[in-house]
């Protein structure tokens, strides 16, 4: 399975944007659908945003509109853009593979789950 490894969360203040990236290794990059989702401290991991390996992209009603994601398989990476950030984004990213779809219609979808996922990045708004 990949061994991924996210970079780029930080401290913005609302409103800002933040680029996350995540480069996978130990496999065939290209194959896998790979995705993002968060957690905070005592709730559950949110799922956030997938693609998959035909291009196809699916994004969580909660986060559509500010969050959009991508990637390149030259250089096996995962990227998350998020925008119009909240103090409620706070929490730990993760970059994750193996996706698990659940209430989508066209490409929007109610939860997202994965298999296994890297440590995480940081991400912190301030108001």
């Known amino acids: 399975q990949l061994s991924l490894m996210e970079s780029g969360g930080g401290s913005v203040q609302a409103g800002g944007s933040l680029r996350l990236s995540c480069i996978g290794s130990?496999?065939?990059?290209?194959?896998?659908?790979v995705g993002w989702f968060r957690q905070t401290p005592g709730k559950e991991a949110e799922g956030l945003a997938a693609?998959?390996?035909?291009?196809?992209?699916y994004v969580v009603d909660s986060v559509k509109g500010r969050f959009s994601i991508s990637r390149d398989d030259e250089k096996n990476s995962l990227y998350l853009q998020l925008n119009t950030l909240k103090p409620e984004d706070n929490a730990t990213y993760h970059c994750?593979?193996?996706?698990?779809?659940?209430?989508?219609?066209?490409?929007?979808?109610?939860?997202?789950?994965?298999?296994?996922w890297g440590r995480g990045t940081q991400v912190t708004v301030s108001s």
């Open positions: 693609i998959d390996n035909d291009g196809s992209t």
């Open positions: 130990g496999g065939t990059f290209s194959r896998y659908c």
């Open positions: 994750a593979a193996n996706c698990r779809f659940h209430d989508c219609r066209g490409d929007s979808c109610g939860d997202i789950k994965f298999a296994y």
